[in-house]
């Protein structure tokens, strides 16, 4: 008797590891996150989300999670998707809120959305304004694509709010003031990086580059002066392939960089920091902003027309059906639309693969022949599966938000 009892308290407890429960799973992730594991990471934030016994503030974190292990692990369009449902989500703490944003600004730069992007990095400015990593990444863009007046005022607001990494900022400030000319402060900027990391190649690169420059104004203007023609050129360019412009020589001394005084960390995080740019999916409000500037929606020939049919929606017969594993015996398709003819709905697939193709990368299309009253046959074209019913909604805003049809399907 006593040695079946021991037996049985021997099975119970070689158990416990295995319905540990949604919470463990999330703080593995987590660990496995840190450990740059992220595709292991996923897994168990998967499986802890599809529990159902997680708090709703912890579900929600969870998503934010998952988002950045998919970035980390090169899937953007996922990361958006886990950091939409995380802003959507109103238990989501206020102060995750403005890195969530940042983390899908990343994102969709990631996937060459550059505008969303901008977008979700000023809603995270506005959340949080003393928040640096924003502004850094609002001002590369802002570089990327030759506004570097504005570049500049962000670059200067990232170091104000005590960016992790200034001497990136300042080396990324000295390449827009070089693209407007200001040499001077280029070279101030790139001085004040080098004092913070003496062996930084980019600031040490350009900051040679404006001394030849300057060595070599200084030889012209000298030779110009002896010759009675006049002030001093500048010369702008690399040697070899030099435009010459009147102008005044500079002095390119700079004081050391002095780092602000710290402060109280302005977002409250629980995990790991993950180095440098860190990722962020769709705040309600940002999407209901940016509504006016959506694209038009170009209406296909008449052939090419989806089938309007009634609701509700009728779930495939012929696919496999859920094995359970996961944590879940449900899963989610998403209808992109249905078809007079099997080959316009497969050129229906094609299409929305080209408008939305980080999106809908990794998922398996079907196109499943459905019998209507009324209507006929008619070719229904599903994409999936999705692991919950949050993701295919979240993916189905987004893609309607692109021009896209877009339904959820259970099964």
Known sequence: MLRALLALVAIVLLSLPAFAGGAADADAGVARMGANDARTAIDLFTRAIQSRDLSQERLALTYHRRGMAFYMDGEAGR????????????DLPKD????????????????????????????SIRLNPSYAEPYANRGNLHRKFNRHGEAVSD?????????????????????????????????????????????????????????HVQTLNGIVGRRKQAQGIGGPLII????????????????????????????????????????????????????????HTRPAVISPPESEVPVVEPPPPVAPTHLSAADGEGGSDVEYLIQLGSFNTRQLAQTGWTKASHAAKELLTGLNHTIEAVQL?????????????????????????????KGSACIVVRR
């Open 373 to 401: 009253p009324n209507i006929g046959k008619v070719f229904r074209l599903y994409a999936g599966a999705l692991p919950d019913r949050q993701s295919a909604l979240s993916l189905c805003r987004t893609l309607r938000d």
């Open 79 to 90: 990361a958006i998707l886990d950091y939409t449902i995380a802003l959507w989500h109103e």
């Open 96 to 123: 995750f809120r403005p890195r969530t944003l940042n983390n899908r600004g990343l994102a969709f730069e990631a996937i060459s959305d550059y505008e969303t992007a901008v977008r979700d990095y000023s809603l």
């Open 155 to 211: 670059y200067d607001m990232a170091l104000r709010s005590g960016h992790p990494h200034p001497k990136f900022v300042f080396a990324w400030q000295g390449l827009s003031f070089e693209a407007l000319g200001k040499r001077q402060e280029a070279a101030d900027v790139f001085r004040r990086a080098l004092s913070i990391d003496p062996g930084f190649e980019l600031a040490k690169l350009h900051l040679a580059k404006l001394d």
């Open 236 to 291: 702008v360019g690399r040697p070899g392939n030099q435009s010459r412009t009147p102008g005044a020589s500079t002095n390119l001394g700079a004081t050391p960089w002095v780092p602000p005084p710290s402060k109280v960390p302005s977002i409250l995080s629980t995990e790991q920091p993950i180095e440098a740019q860190a990722p962020g999916v769709g705040l309600r409000p940002a999407v209901e902003e940016a509504a």
